[in-house]
């Protein structure tokens, strides 16, 4: 099944089933990036990077790509959870179109609903200072993104509205 076009970036329309990609927790203040296995199997979280400075998010971004080989990008789409996107959600996707027009590296668009709130969860549980949670947070949550991606049977479908009659809620 082919993606919707609101859900990939890519020269040619597909997106690799091999190689290294690195899921991103975009932020205007940082960025987490997280990376997979070349099987594409397992995430690890990696680094956050500071964003203040697009030209030097670029070169950390570039340096990234080359060092880890990453083959595309997994980019973490703020959805609400009636399905509907926000201003998040359109910075996301502005933010991915940059990437994918300077790296020319195919750009999947996830859901990362909760993502950001599971990995303070997390943290806390961890016992880390305030500060140490903070530095780690935009990695953890890209982490959780890219597993969900890894993992999803629905990579190909638009994000929707989660149900009220869920069985956990029962």
């Not at 020269?11 to 070349?38: H, K, M, N, Q, W």
Request: aromatic content about 8%; overall charge positive.
């Amino acid at each position: 099944m082919k993606p919707p076009s609101s859900l990939l970036l890519s020269a040619d329309g597909s997106f690799p089933e091999r190689g290294i990609l690195a899921g991103v927790d975009y932020g205007t203040v940082r960025v987490g990036l997280a990376l997979c296995d070349d099987r594409q199997t397992m995430a690890f979280p990696h680094v956050t990077l500071p964003a203040k400075s697009k030209d030097e998010l670029k070169r950390q971004l570039e340096r990234q790509i080359r060092l880890q080989r990453i083959v595309g990008f997994v980019v973490g789409l703020p959805i609400h959870t009636n399905g509907a996107e926000s201003e998040k959600s359109r910075e996301a996707r502005t933010w991915g179109k940059w990437l994918f027009d300077w790296s020319a590296l195919p750009v999947r668009f996830f859901d990362e609903r909760y993502t950001t709130s599971q990995a303070d969860e997390y943290l806390a549980f961890a016992g880390l200072t305030k500060k140490r949670r903070t530095e780690r947070r935009d990695q953890l949550a890209a982490q959780i993104l890219l597993t969900s991606y890894l993992e999803s049977s629905s990579r190909d479908v638009e994000p929707g509205a989660l149900d009220d009659d869920r069985p956990w809620k029962r």
